[in-house]
């Protein structure tokens, strides 16, 4: 237990694959009690050791049956968002930048890109991100690539 908990502390008690709070008290066989694992996309960067994370126990289950997936949130507005996991782990794998959404307001891209630096802070701490938005055919394009 004591391993679950040290990874608890670090990540505030928070999931990493759905961002919500996991109750330390709650029980470990619950669907939402605490559990950690190892993901591929914390050591996809060559040499860098794979790191346990927090999850839900419910959430780490779900992970081995299908790709994680983190969601866009609705009020951002993202016409035509690219799939948060896949494009990480291209990033860290490749480098270079990606397209990762459209906006029709600048703000609305700014909005975006500050939400998903944070969360990618949480999602892959190893990695550093920056972004850029670049306007074109009256869009606001949201760029992705490793800092
Ligand atoms: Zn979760």
Known sequence: MSDLNE???RDNWRCWLCDKDVDPDASVNSDLGPSTD??????AKKGSPAVERLAHRMCNTMKGKHTPVVAWPEDLLAAEPAPIVET???L???GGRELVARFSSESDAENASVWLLDRLSRFAP????????NSGGGQ?????RMA
């Open 88 to 90: 990480v782990e291209r």
């Open 92 to 94: 860290l794998q490749k």
């Open 38 to 43: 190892s993901y591929a996309v914390t050591k």
């Open 7 to 9: 990874v608890g502390e």
């Open 126 to 133: 190893n990695a550093k991100f920056d972004t850029q938005v």
């Open 140 to 144: 606001f394009l949201l760029m992705l």
